[in-house]
């Protein structure tokens, strides 16, 4: 990252995060020790789940949450092509084939009836990305799980904090993931986590993040004994408690940093809602957006060019633009597998016309005020703009 340039996300580490760390760094706990529990229960009250899993990254906990629900080689897992490949990539590690639902125009979250027509005999699950922090539309992917016998699995790497129907994600789906990715609304430089209300769930995951086996290294200590079993086949997935601080530390912040990414958010659908060329994205009113990303989209009658000479234009500016996402299964690894473009007509068109401006609690109101006029000088101009 350029100094100069201001980045579509970042981290903030302040002195009381410094401190948490250093606690740990003086105790006899580095990994798996006490603020591994801490981490989890204040992660679990905040979202509103009985149970939290703390990870070593939001990768790993999509990868357990796989094995958790038991996918295995035949299964087909529904997710949508418009995310980080992490999501679908988790059903491969387990085995499964990625069957690719379209997202719905307006929100970019996946589109329900589009998942009810690709359920099969062999669909075991679906996953439903909350995309740059606005919840999927859930109560009718539910109401699928519920008639099919599916489960689902909710990718709430951009969302914690956001809301769907009244309630805090984390809390809906028969299992949740995070990410605390330095660019995600709150760090552990790698992290993750997965929160669920099904007890044996969860217990899956926490035996399959530390090797499959029964026990962890402390529990034995405090209970005097060597012994230990293992069950099944494990990873060491495990978050430590140096990081686990750091994450305690951040989650205290995470209200005061949603709230200026919410206002954030408002000032730029205030300042940007009338610039041709742009569209910017919506709230819808059942759910409240957690802001992890801005993402606009470019308005031109050739929308991939336009959107590369803003992208151009915006860097050149000192403005680190970023686009989330190529649909999943245009990478090299998916068309290897034999996806064929126009499989999801609405990612793929979204697609060219996507740009993320900076958004992250820490961005300045100096720093705002510069990205606003760079995007008002850099929008396609009308003349060109209006073909949607
Ligand atoms: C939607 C989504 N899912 C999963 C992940 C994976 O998280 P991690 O980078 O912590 O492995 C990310 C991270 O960028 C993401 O954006």
């Not at 706990?29 to 679990?44: M, Q």
């Amino acid at each position: 990252m350029s100094e100069a340039l201001i980045p579509y996300g970042r981290h903030v580490i302040d002195a009381d995060d410094l401190a948490a760390v250093t606690e740990v760094l003086r105790g006899d706990w580095l990994t798996t020790g006490p603020a591994v529990a801490r981490f989890e229960e204040g992660f679990a009250q905040y979202v509103g789940a009985p149970h939290a899993v703390a990870v070593s990254n939001g990768t790993a906990a999509l990868h357990l949450a796989m094995l958790a629900i038991g996918i295995k080689p035949g299964d087909e897992v529904i997710v949508p092509a418009l995310t980080f490949a992490a999501s679908a990539n988790s059903v491969r590690y387990a085995g499964g084939t990625v069957v690719f639902a379209d997202v719905r125009d307006d929100t970019l979250t996946v589109d329900p009836a589009h998942v009810a027509s690709l359920i099969t005999a062999r669909t075991k699950a679906i996953v439903a990305v909350d995309y740059a922090g606005l919840p999927a539309d859930l109560a009718p992917l539910l109401d699928l799980c519920n008639t099919h016998g599916l489960i689902l699995v909710e990718d709430a790497c951009h969302a914690p904090g956001a809301e769907y129907h009244e309630r805090r994600v984390g809390s809906i789906a028969h299992l949740s993931v995070f990410s605390f990715h330095p660019v995600k609304h709150m760090t552990t430089g790698e992290g993750g986590m997965v929160t669920s209300a099904n007890a044996e769930l969860a217990g899956r995951v926490r035996l399959l993040r530390n090797h499959g086996i029964s026990s962890d290294h402390r529990q034995r200590e405090l209970a005097g004994t060597w012994s230990y079993d293992m069950l099944e086949l494990g990873f060491n997935y495990r978050l430590p408690d140096l990081l686990c601080a750091l994450g305690l530390s951040q989650l205290k912040k995470l209200p005061t940093w949603l709230a200026r990414r919410r206002a954030l958010a408002a000032r730029y659908r205030a300042e940007l809602d009338a610039v041709p060329g742009i569209r910017v994205p919506i709230e819808p009113d059942d759910r409240r957006h957690a802001w992890h990303l801005y993402p606009v989209r470019v308005v031109a009658d050739d929308v991939a060019a336009a959107r590369q000479a803003m992208y151009s234009a915006l860097r050149a500016d000192g403005i680190g633009v970023n686009v989330h996402y190529l649909p999943v299964y245009l990478h090299s690894y998916y068309q290897g597998l034999g996806y064929a473009r126009g499989l999801c007509p609405v990612a793929e068109a979204a697609y060219d016309g996507l740009l993320s401006l900076p958004m992250w609690h820490g961005m300045t109101d100096e720093q705002f005020d510069k990205v606003i006029d760079a995007v008002r000088k850099h929008a396609p101009s009308p003349r060109t703009a209006g073909a949607a």
